[in-house]
């Protein structure tokens, strides 16, 4: 499954969704055909207004908002954060007072920080799924409200994996990428060796 698949199987039909980034609204399309509504968001007005042009559903609120700005409480319980960074998911969550059931979350950076600062926050991880898509490795974190004390495996690696083959793919290809900057680099550095072994343990 790509991304927007993987999202989707993870939202129950009785989910109030918004997604914020939505970008060209495909999850609400995908949420529109088994007859579930929900909000569709993006910071750009032209993004909306070109999903507005070529999306005539009234299951699909459109709508232009940074973050959760315009998303009033009650309105949703399930978000939808994929697309852009660590740093712009906990900013957008750091800024509003909105709570959720559950958040899912995909980024390509950062994963420890996301799910450490998460935790502050007051969400924990309950799931997680690597996604590979055009040769790209993508981890989506599904979070529920609660708190939690990682291990160190954890907040680097995660947790609860679904795909365990993919799982093991993934920490193939980081073994290899801090392997191959480990031999290029003069220095010895106190934080890949870390990592390396920590992989090593995992697999």
């Known amino acids: 499954?790509?991304?927007?698949?993987?999202?989707?199987?993870?939202?129950?039909?009785?989910?109030?969704?918004?997604?914020?980034?939505?970008?060209?609204?495909?999850?609400?399309?995908?949420?529109?055909?088994?007859?579930?509504?929900?909000?569709?968001?993006?910071?750009?007005?032209?993004?909306?207004?070109?999903?507005?042009?070529?999306?005539?559903n009234p299951l699909i609120d459109l709508r232009v908002s940074n973050g959760l700005s315009n998303i009033k409480e009650n309105e949703a319980d399930t978000l939808v954060l994929a697309g852009m960074g660590t740093h712009t998911i906990i900013e957008i969550l750091s800024n509003t007072n909105l709570k959720f059931n559950k958040i899912i979350t995909i980024s390509n950076n950062y994963h420890d920080i996301l799910r450490n600062k998460m935790n502050d926050l007051n969400y924990i991880v309950d799931k997680e799924q690597i996604i590979k898509e055009n040769n790209k490795y993508y981890n989506l974190?599904?979070?529920?409200?609660?708190?939690?004390?990682?291990?160190?495996?954890?907040?680097?690696?995660?947790?609860?994996?679904?795909?365990?083959?993919?799982?093991?793919?993934?920490?193939?290809?980081?073994?290899?990428?801090?392997?191959?900057?480990?031999?290029?680099?003069?220095?010895?550095?106190?934080?890949?060796?870390?990592?390396?072994?920590?992989?090593?343990?995992?697999?």
């Open 1 to 56: 499954m790509n991304r927007i698949e993987t999202i989707y199987s993870l939202i129950d039909i009785k989910d109030k969704v918004v997604d914020v980034g939505c970008d060209q609204a495909k999850l609400s399309l995908m949420l529109a055909k088994r007859n579930q509504s929900s909000i569709a968001s993006d910071i750009s007005e032209n993004v909306i207004n070109k999903a507005k042009r070529d999306i005539n």
């Open 141 to 203: 974190i599904l979070f529920i409200p609660g708190n939690k004390e990682y291990s160190k495996k954890e907040l680097l690696l995660g947790l609860n994996h679904i795909d365990k083959q993919m799982y093991k793919e993934y920490l193939e290809y980081l073994l290899n990428k801090y392997l191959n900057i480990k031999r290029s680099s003069k220095d010895n550095n106190p934080k890949i060796d870390e990592m390396i072994n920590i992989i090593k343990d995992t697999l």
